[in-house]
């Protein structure tokens, strides 16, 4: 009988880590099916709640945040370029020139959640690949737009949203949930409301964690 596993993804957009993990969670849950498998959420997590529209210097954040060196940043980003690129996730080498506010991404992913799960998940790929593939900017209507309606949701619902204030509550609301349990660094992976796995993970990390998780409880006959 096949295991179902209920998946909350706290992440951010702007986290390179969090494409890291989930680049892993998924090549583990390709290798433990059918026997086990999943209904992936992604919850909102902003690791820069404060950043301006305009955004600021990538060095420069990081450099105020961790007092990086940019050779120390370099090799970092060489690091999560070559763990990236063993789960098929691409990095610019340059990394990102910019960070950007994404609290609006994560109002679209919110409504996504509400309309379709498959596409919830198209529209995290989507938004990870223009973070960290492309250099673009995830603040940007144009672009949150864009990559609404190539993951089939309705570009035109997608605008509606931007414009107002809509979900704005729902998505606070969801961050101060994880926040207020202990998160206060992302990617975390909440399995069945009560095993955390923290950071971006080697996929054999999550594969064990899986099997271990399916094999401890029953097969779920709903998700919440």
């Known amino acids: 009988m096949t295991s179902r596993l209920k998946i909350d993804f706290v992440s951010d957009v702007s986290c390179p880590w969090c494409a890291v993990g989930l680049g892993a969670l998924e090549a583990a849950l390709e290798r433990v099916a059918p026997e086990?498998?999943?209904?992936?959420?992604?919850?909102?997590?902003?690791?820069?709640?404060?950043?301006?529209?305009?955004?600021?210097?990538?060095?420069?954040?990081?450099?105020?945040?961790?007092?990086?060196?940019?050779?120390?940043?370099?090799?970092?980003?060489?690091?999560?370029r070559?763990?990236?690129?063993?789960?098929?996730?691409?990095?610019?080498?340059?990394g990102r020139s910019r960070v950007y506010n994404t609290f609006d991404a994560h109002r679209l992913l919110h409504w996504a959640s509400l309309e379709d799960g498959?596409?919830?998940?198209?529209?995290?790929?989507?938004?990870?690949?223009?973070?960290?593939?492309?250099?673009?900017?995830?603040?940007?209507?144009?672009?949150?737009?864009?990559?609404?309606?190539?993951?089939?949701?309705?570009?035109?619902?997608?605008?509606?949203?931007?414009?107002?204030?809509?979900?704005?509550?729902?998505?606070?609301?969801?961050?101060?949930?994880?926040?207020?349990?202990?998160?206060?660094?992302?990617?975390?992976?909440?399995?069945n409301n009560k095993h955390l796995i923290s950071g971006g993970q080697p996929v054999e990390v999550f594969e064990r964690a899986l099997r271990q998780i399916a094999g401890a409880e029953p097969p779920a006959t709903a998700l919440a």
């Open 36 to 80: 086990i498998s999943a209904e992936l959420h992604f919850q909102p997590f902003e690791l820069n709640p404060q950043m301006p529209s305009e955004g600021q210097d990538a060095f420069e954040h990081l450099n105020q945040k961790y007092g990086s060196s940019r050779e120390q940043q370099a090799q970092a980003r060489e690091a999560i």
């Open 82 to 94: 070559a763990r990236g690129a063993a789960v098929g996730f691409e990095f610019r080498e340059e």
């Open 118 to 191: 498959v596409k919830q998940v198209a529209l995290k790929k989507a938004l990870l690949k223009a973070c960290h593939t492309d250099g673009e900017n995830p603040s940007d209507p144009e672009l949150l737009v864009r990559l609404a309606a190539e993951a089939g949701l309705d570009p035109q619902r997608a605008r509606a949203i931007l414009e107002s204030e809509e979900y704005a509550a729902e998505t606070r609301e969801r961050e101060r949930l994880y926040t207020d349990a202990g998160i206060h660094s992302v990617p975390a992976i909440i399995i």
